[in-house]
C-alpha cells in the first residue's frame, strides 16, 4: 500500500538532522519576508546548510513563498527564487500567482505546491492550478473527511492534508496587537501566559485561548486547539492522500520530533499492518496526550465536521 510522505516543520538547520531520524520525509523552511507562519527562520545561508542536511538524509526539502506580495517585494522574487533553483529545493510553496509567474519566467524547472491556506476546497481548483504548473495542492483545514477523500479521487495533482498541528483562524497585513492591548471588551482580551512565550487572545465565554502574533506579514491569530489524527489516519491511506503535514509551529522543537517518531511509526503500521495499528494506535494518542502542552488541547478539527450548504 502506497505510504504519504511525512512532512514537519523545523525549528532549524540542526532539527533538520533528528527529524530526518524521526521518520520525516520533507521539510518545510523558509523565511518570513516570503513565507507564511513557519515554525523556525532559515535564511539564504541556512537554507543552504538546510540543502546539505536534507540530502545527506535522502529528505526532500520545500521552500514556503507563500505571503501575499505587494508591489514593494514583487521585485525581488526573481532573485529569490533563482537563489532556490541553484540551491535545488525540492519545490516552492506558493499562493500568490506573483510567485507562478516568477517561477515561469526565471525556474520553469521548479516544482510548485499550491497553498492559498484557505480556497483549496474542491478538486476543480486543485486541477486548474495543476494546469497552471502546480505538481501539487495544499488543502485547506476547514475541509472534513468525506470532502478530502472526494478531491483526491478527482485530483489530476498531489494532495496535502495537515494531519497535527494548530490551524491559522485568521490574518491580516496590519499590526492589530497594539489594538487589542487597549480593548477593553467584554469577552475577549489579551493577556501575557506564564506557560508560554508570546500572546494569548482570551474568549472567556468560551474559556479558549487563542494564541496571537505579529511578524512581518501582520497580525496571526490562531487555533485554541492542535488537530491530532494520529489513530485516524485509515481513510486518508486507503484514499492515498500524497503527503501527511505535522505543523509545529509555536511548538518545542523537543515536542515536533517526539510527534514525528510516534507519526512515523503510526503511518507505517497503518499501511502495512492494519491489525496492529487498529491495536497501537490508542496507545499512539496517549503518548501524544503525555507530552501535549496543558494549553493545547487535540481535537480533529473539521475531519468530522457535517457540512452545511
Known amino acids: 500500500m502506497k505510504k504519504p510522505e511525512l512532512l514537519v516543520t523545523p525549528t532549524s538547520v540542526a532539527h533538520i538532522e533528528q527529524l530526518a ?23 539564504r545561508q541556512d ?25 514593494d517585494k514583487v521585485d525581488e522574487l526573481s532573485d529569490y527564487v533563482r537563489f532556490l533553483a541553484e540551491q535545488q529545493v525540492d519545490a516552492i510553496v506558493f499562493g500568490d500567482p506573483a510567485v507562478l509567474m516568477t517561477v515561469r519566467e526565471v525556474a520553469p524547472h521548479m516544482k510548485l505546491h499550491w497553498n492559498t491556506e484557505t ?25 472534513n473527511m468525506e470532502e478530502i477523500i472526494d478531491i483526491k479521487n478527482h ?20 499590526s492589530l496587537i497594539g489594538n487589542y492591548f487597549e480593548y477593553q471588551g467584554k469577552f475577549m482580551e489579551v493577556q501575557q501566559m506564564k506557560y508560554a512565550k508570546g500572546l494569548f ?4 465565554e468560551r474559556d479558549n485561548k487563542y494564541p496571537i502574533f505579529e511578524d512581518e506579514n501582520g497580525t496571526h491569530i490562531m487555533s485554541p486547539n492542535d488537530i491530532c489524527m494520529i489513530d485516524e489516519l ?21 515536542y515536533i520530533t517526539e510527534v514525528t517518531k510516534l507519526y512515523r511509526r503510526a503511518i507505517d503500521l ?40
Open 119 to 143: 480556497t483549496a476546497t474542491n478538486w476543480y481548483a486543485c486541477n486548474y492550478w495543476g494546469r497552471k504548473g502546480a505538481k501539487r495542492a495544499v488543502l485547506a483545514r476547514e475541509l
Open 21 to 43: 531520524q524521526a521518520g520525516a520525509n520533507a521539510v518545510i523552511i523558509g523565511e518570513q519576508r516570503y513565507g507564511l507562519r513557519l515554525a523556525g527562520e532559515f535564511s
Open 47 to 71: 537554507v543552504a546548510d538546510a540543502m546539505h542536511v536534507a540530502r545527506k538524509h535522502g529528505v526532500r526539502v520545500y521552500v514556503a513563498m507563500n505571503a501575499l506580495f505587494h508591489n
Open 270 to 309: 497503518c499501511a502495512e499492518n492494519r491489525e496492529q495499528y487498529e491495536e497501537e494506535k490508542g496507545e499512539l494518542l496517549a503518548r501524544i496526550e503525555a507530552i501535549q502542552p496543558k494549553h493545547r488541547p487535540l481535537d480533529t478539527g473539521f475531519f468530522f465536521k457535517e457540512t452545511v450548504y
Open 234 to 254: 485509515e481513510d486518508m491511506i486507503d484514499a492515498e492522500i500524497d503527503s501527511f503535514k505535522i505543523d509545529g509551529v509555536l511548538h518545542e522543537p523537543d
Open 155 to 174: 485530483a489530476e495533482v498531489e494532495i496535502e492534508v495537515q494531519v497535527h498541528g494548530m490551524t491559522c483562524m485568521f490574518q491580516s497585513k496590519r
Open 201 to 204: 487572545l482570551y474568549d472567556k
